[in-house]
């Protein structure tokens, strides 16, 4: 099982980013799936959440800002981030709680991560 983050870039303060991931392997079924942020010099963070069934769950400092979805039949999560700050520059890491085929033992995967920089 693999998860692989794309979408990270530089973008201006107020801009709009959006952020992709897609699993693939041999996966039975994906639980939660989420995204995390890791600033320099600090813990990661949790940004936001989304379950099988759809309830999402955000960071207070991006509620309102980013909007995370999930497409079940292509195995993807997407993170839509806009009025972008410069507190939101981070490596972004794809989170999903899963249960690969091969093991059939629910486990979290982390994708690699993607940088995104908010500057003038």
């Known amino acids: 099982v693999q998860l692989v983050e794309s979408g990270g870039g530089l973008v201006q303060p107020g801009g709009s980013l959006r952020l992709s991931c897609v699993a693939s392997?041999?996966?039975?079924?994906?639980?939660?799936m989420g995204w995390y942020r890791q600033a320099p010099g600090k813990q990661r963070e949790l940004v936001a959440t989304?379950?099988?069934?759809?309830?999402?769950n955000y960071a207070d400092p991006v509620k309102g800002r980013f909007t995370i979805s999930r497409d079940d039949a292509k195995n993807t999560v997407s993170l839509q981030m806009n009025s972008l700050k410069p507190e939101d520059t981070a490596v972004y890491y794809c989170?999903?709680?899963?249960?690969?085929?091969?093991?059939?033992?629910?486990?979290?995967?982390w994708g690699q991560g993607t940088q995104v920089a908010v500057s003038s």
């Open positions: 989170n999903a709680a899963l249960i690969p085929r091969s093991s059939w033992a629910p486990a979290d995967y």
């Open positions: 392997g041999s996966i039975y079924k994906i639980n939660r």
């Open positions: 989304i379950t099988s069934g759809g309830s999402t």
